[in-house]
T-cell receptor
Framework: EPEVTQTPSHQVTQMGQEVILRCVPISNHLYFYWYRQILGQKVEFLVSFYNNEISEKSEIFDDQFSVERPDGSNFTLKIRSTKLEDSAMYFC???????????FGPGTRLLVL | AQKVTQAQTEISVVEKEDVTLDCVYETRDTTYYLFWYKQPPSGELVFLIRRNSFDEQNEISGRYSWNFQKSTSSFNFTITASQVVDSAVYFCALSLFTSGTYKYIFGTGTRLKVLA
C-alpha cells in the first residue's frame, strides 16, 4: 500500500540554523500539507499546497517558513532560522483534494537547541 | 467557531474494561468529515475511521465502535475489552473546507492508559 514518507526521522539543530524537512507524498495525490505537534499538545495545521502554490497557511506559518515542491516527488518544509519554539514533530500529509482522508507521514521530530 | 473538544485529558482503565473517548465538535459547514487517529508512543498518526456528516450509522470494527450523533455534535469512540496495546493518545479531527482545500482541525487528544 502506498504511503507518505518523511526524512529525516529526527533532526537536532542549533538555534538560528536553517533546516529542511523532506516528504515524499503518495504519487497520485495533488494536495499536500504540513502539520506541527509541539510535544504533548495537539496537532496543528501549518500550510496546504496545491498546483505549486500555497492554498492556505496558518498564523504559525510566518516568514521563517517556506514550502516547495522541487520536483515531481518531493515536498519540503524549510525553516529559515530556527527558534527554540520550533521544536516539535512535523507531519507531512497528502490527499486527492476532496473531503477524503489525508494520509500522514510518520513525522520528523525536530529539536532546536 | 469551528473546533473539536476532547474534554478527557487522560483515562486509565484496567485491561478488558470497556472505555469510551468523547469528541464534541462545532462547525458552520453542513457537510463535513470527522476522523479518529491513534498516536502510539512511537509518534506516528494512525488513521482509525472517517465519518461524513450524512452518515449517522454507527460503525463497529472488531473491538472498536463509533457513535456519531449529529443532534449533539458528538462522535464518540468506544474500545471494548481494552488491551495494553491500546495505550496511546487518541485524536478526534474535523475536516474543514477553506481556501479551496481541506484542512484538519484536531482536538487536544485523550491519553488512554490500559493497565495490565
Amino acid at each position: 500500500e502506498p504511503e507518505v514518507t518523511q526524512t529525516p526521522s529526527h533532526q537536532v539543530t542549533q538555534m538560528g540554523q536553517e533546516v529542511i524537512l523532506r516528504c515524499v507524498p503518495i504519487s497520485n495525490h495533488l494536495y499536500f500539507y504540513w502539520y506541527r505537534q509541539i510535544l504533548g499538545q495537539k496537532v496543528e495545521f501549518l500550510v496546504s499546497f496545491y498546483n505549486n502554490e500555497i492554498s492556505e497557511k496558518s498564523e504559525i506559518f510566518d516568514d521563517q517558513f517556506s514550502v516547495e515542491r522541487p520536483d515531481g516527488s518531493n515536498f519540503t518544509l524549510k525553516i529559515r532560522s530556527t527558534k527554540l519554539e520550533d521544536s516539535a514533530m512535523y507531519f507531512c500529509a497528502s490527499g486527492t483534494g476532496g473531503r477524503e482522508t489525508q494520509y500522514f507521514g510518520p513525522g520528523t521530530r525536530l529539536l532546536v537547541l | 467557531a469551528q473546533k473539536v473538544t476532547q474534554a478527557q485529558t487522560e483515562i486509565s482503565v484496567v485491561e478488558k474494561e470497556d472505555v469510551t473517548l468523547d469528541c464534541v465538535y462545532e462547525t458552520r459547514d453542513t457537510t463535513y468529515y470527522l476522523f479518529w487517529y491513534k498516536q502510539p508512543p512511537s509518534g506516528e498518526l494512525v488513521f482509525l475511521i472517517r465519518r461524513n456528516s450524512f452518515d449517522e450509522q454507527n460503525e463497529i470494527s472488531g473491538r472498536y465502535s463509533w457513535n456519531f450523533q449529529k443532534s449533539t455534535s458528538s462522535f464518540n469512540f468506544t474500545i471494548t475489552a481494552s488491551q495494553v496495546v491500546d495505550s496511546a493518545v487518541y485524536f478526534c479531527a474535523l475536516s474543514l473546507f477553506t481556501s479551496g482545500t481541506y484542512k484538519y482541525i484536531f482536538g487536544t487528544g485523550t491519553r488512554l492508559k490500559v493497565l495490565a
